[in-house]
C-alpha cells in the first residue's frame, strides 16, 4: 500500500531554532518522494523534491530508503516559514501515477 | 499564464443537490488530479487522470465521479452531495515522463474550491 506518515500535526520552534518535519513513508518500488508547502492565502506549491538533492530556502530532506524516511529540516528557523508543510510521494519511472500526501505539519515559528 | 484555474471558487449546496467543480490548464500536462483537503485528514487523492482518456480512483473516490474532457480540462461532480463531502477542493496537474528517473512532476495547483453541504 501507499501510504505517508507524518506524526506531528503542529510544530512550533522559536526563531533560530532547528527544524525537523518528519515523514515516513510506505511503498513497495523505488518511490519519488516530494514536500509541498502552503503559506498563508497561497496555493500549494513545491519545495523540495528528493530526486534534486537541494536545497531551498534553506531546508533540505534526504531519502533514507532503509529507515523509509524523508525528513524535512532546516538548521535555522525564520518567521516566514511559518506554514503548512506537507511530504508527498509518487511512483518513480515506472511507478503509479498516483499521487498521495500526508496528513499536513503546520509549523510556528515564534520570535 | 494562468496555470490551473478552478471554478466555482465557493458554492453552499443542499444535501442531495448535485453540482461539478471544473478545472481547466494550460501547461500542456498530461496528468491531473482532483484532492480534498479536511482539517487534520491532510490532502486526499479523490481520482486522477494519468493522460487524456484515462481516469483512476484515488483513496477517496466514493461520492464522485470524474471525466476528463481533453487534455486541458478535468471536472469532478457530485451527483448527490452530502454534508460530509463539505471541504475544499484542490485540482492539480503535473507532467510526467514514464520510464525516466525523476519521471514524476512537479504537481501545479488550483486555488481550491471551497464547498459547504447543508
Known amino acids: 500500500a501507499q501510504r505517508v506518515t507524518q506524526p506531528e500535526k503542529l510544530l512550533s520552534v522559536f526563531k533560530g531554532a532547528p527544524v525537523e518535519l518528519k515523514c515516513n513513508y510506505s511503498?513497495?518500488?523505488?518511490?519519488?518522494l516530494f514536500w509541498y508547502v502552503q503559506y498563508s492565502r497561497q496555493r500549494l506549491q513545491l519545495l523540495l523534491r528528493h530526486i534534486s538533492r537541494e536545497s531551498i530556502k534553506g531546508f533540505t530532506a534526504d531519502l533514507n530508503k532503509g529507515e523509509t524516511s524523508f525528513h524535512l529540516k532546516k538548521p535555522f528557523a525564520q518567521e516566514e516559514d511559518s506554514a503548512m508543510y506537507y511530504c508527498?510521494?509518487?511512483?518513480?519511472?515506472?511507478?503509479?501515477?498516483?499521487?498521495?500526501f500526508g496528513t499536513g505539519t503546520r509549523l510556528k515559528v515564534l520570535a | 499564464n494562468a496555470g490551473v484555474t478552478q471554478t466555482p471558487k465557493f458554492q453552499v449546496l443542499k444535501t442531495g443537490q448535485s453540482m461539478t467543480l471544473q478545472c481547466a490548464q494550460d501547461?500542456?500536462?498530461?496528468?491531473m488530479y482532483w484532492y480534498r483537503q479536511d482539517p487534520g485528514m491532510g490532502l486526499r487523492l479523490i481520482y486522477y487522470?494519468?493522460?487524456?482518456?484515462?481516469?483512476d480512483k484515488g483513496e477517496v473516490p466514493n461520492g464522485y465521479n470524474v471525466s476528463r474532457l481533453n487534455k486541458r480540462e478535468f471536472s469532478l461532480r457530485l451527483e448527490s452531495a452530502a454534508p460530509s463531502q463539505t471541504s475544499v477542493y484542490f485540482c492539480?496537474?503535473?507532467?510526467?515522463?514514464?520510464?525516466?528517473?525523476?519521471?514524476?512532476?512537479?504537481?501545479?495547483f488550483g486555488e481550491g474550491s471551497r464547498l459547504t453541504v447543508l
Open positions: 511503498y513497495s518500488g523505488s518511490p519519488e
Open positions: 487522470s494519468a493522460s487524456e482518456g484515462t481516469t
Open positions: 501547461m500542456n500536462h498530461n496528468s
Open positions: 492539480a496537474s503535473s507532467v510526467r515522463t514514464p520510464g525516466l528517473a525523476g519521471a514524476t512532476g512537479e504537481l501545479f
Open positions: 508527498a510521494l509518487s511512483g518513480g519511472a515506472s511507478g503509479t501515477y498516483k499521487y498521495i
